[in-house]
């Protein structure tokens, strides 16, 4: 049950992006490991300066804090009463955000809770039950914390205040993964089909939806530029899209399950994509969901030419979780041992 659920609640974080280039003839480099508990990491995020890491598992409920310089734990939070499924830093790295799964037993988590990194001090927290939270993202300005549904009947993108985390609006109708373009007035997101709904942040209405995969779109990314939009699918493709119109520039394959992770480097020339391990079909009116470990790895890809430039090496690991820098400097990941990598570009 251990790898299905974390194969089910892989959470991947998203990280704006900046102006600074990186190298396409680079690579990523491993520059360390950290081995927490073997149960498995359950969510990672790295700050975005790169200088800590922020991780959660399924052996206790609680977010631990490394150095990235020394490898060492600097702090530890406790408040959650499950397994902390989904981890966010601000822009500045002054907050992180939380969100504990509703499903892994009693008692139900489901908060979404909002701390101050340097003192390890809880600032606020937001029921958010029966559905529960399945990724989280801030806006540009760090003002906004976006918190996309995990589904049942009420499914919404909430959008709370990071000051107390008060309500601001709900974007209903949409769930399951939230990206802020880079001007932070709109957020793509999807739904139960194949379309990727573009939806503003000021009223909650829906401005557009672009349609291209088969089956639902497991992940969505926007570009530092606000150009194009990347989108995986359960079809287990990767479509770069003009973000203004929807219209397919280039198509990635490779992925032998749906990807669940994208992420553009800071001068959109690059795309960063991990497979879920989770495959959906859909024949005679019956769907079936079948899970694999081999695809559970990163890729890097040049989105102008759509060729894979490079396979991130992890060895051995299912990659339950991952996270960049903003500069892309720093990549970390997390596998269902719970072994931590780091990586640097090189």
Same mark, same amino acid.
């Given at each position: 049950m251990k790898n &299905?659920?974390? %194969? %089910?609640?892989?959470? &991947? /974080?998203? /990280?704006? *992006?900046?102006?600074?280039? &990186?190298?396409?003839?680079?690579?990523f480099t491993q520059a360390g490991t950290i081995q927490g508990p073997a149960d498995g990491i359950a969510s990672i *995020? /790295?700050? #975005?300066? !790169?200088?800590?890491? *922020?991780? !959660?598992?399924y052996t206790d409920n609680l977010i631990r804090i490394i150095k990235v310089s020394t490898q060492k734990e600097i702090r530890t939070l406790s408040g959650h009463t499950q397994a902390v499924t989904g981890l966010a830093f601000s822009p500045n790295g002054q907050l992180l955000a939380s969100t504990g799964t509703v499903n892994l037993g009693e008692p139900v988590d489901?908060? /979404?809770? %909002?701390?101050d990194v340097e003192r390890g001090t809880e600032l606020a927290y937001v029921e958010t039950a029966p559905a529960g939270i399945t990724q989280l993202a801030f806006s540009p300005d760090g003002s906004i914390l976006a918190g996309a549904g995990g589904g049942g009947s009420a499914l919404a993108v909430n959008l709370w205040n990071t000051t107390d985390l008060g309500l601001m609006r709900s974007l209903d109708g949409v769930f399951r993964m939230a990206a802020f373009s #880079?001007? !932070?007035?709109? &957020? *793509?997101?999807g739904k139960r089909d194949d379309k990727v709904y573009i939806m503003d942040v000021a009223t909650g209405a829906e401005i557009t939806s672009f349609s291209g995969h088969d089956g639902w779109i497991k992940a969505v990314a926007y570009s530092s530029d606000g150009q194009k939009i990347a989108t995986g699918g359960e079809d287990r493709l990767i479509h770069i899209r003009n973000a203004q119109n929807g219209e397919t520039t280039k198509t990635l394959t490779g992925h032998t399950s749906? #990807?669940?992770?994208?992420?553009?480097?800071?001068d959109a020339s690059m795309l960063a994509s991990c497979g879920s391990g989770i495959n959906v079909t859909y024949s005679g009116g019956g769907i079936s969901i079948t899970l694999s470990s081999e695809d559970q790895v990163i890729r890097i890809w040049d989105v102008a030419s759509g060729t894979e430039l490079s396979l991130v090496n992890t060895e051995s690991d299912v990659i339950s979780t991952a996270s960049f820098s903003t500069d892309w400097t720093i990549l970390v990941t997390g596998s269902d041992t719970g072994l931590i990598r780091i990586f640097e570009w090189k």
């Open positions: &299905i659920r974390l %194969l %089910l609640f892989c959470v &991947i /974080v998203m /990280v704006t *992006a900046c102006e600074k280039e &990186i190298e396409q003839d680079g690579t *995020a /790295v700050s #975005p300066d !790169g200088t800590m890491i *922020a991780y !959660g598992n489901g908060t /979404v809770r %909002l701390w #880079p001007d !932070g007035s709109r &957020i *793509a997101t749906s #990807p669940d992770y994208l992420e553009f480097s800071p």
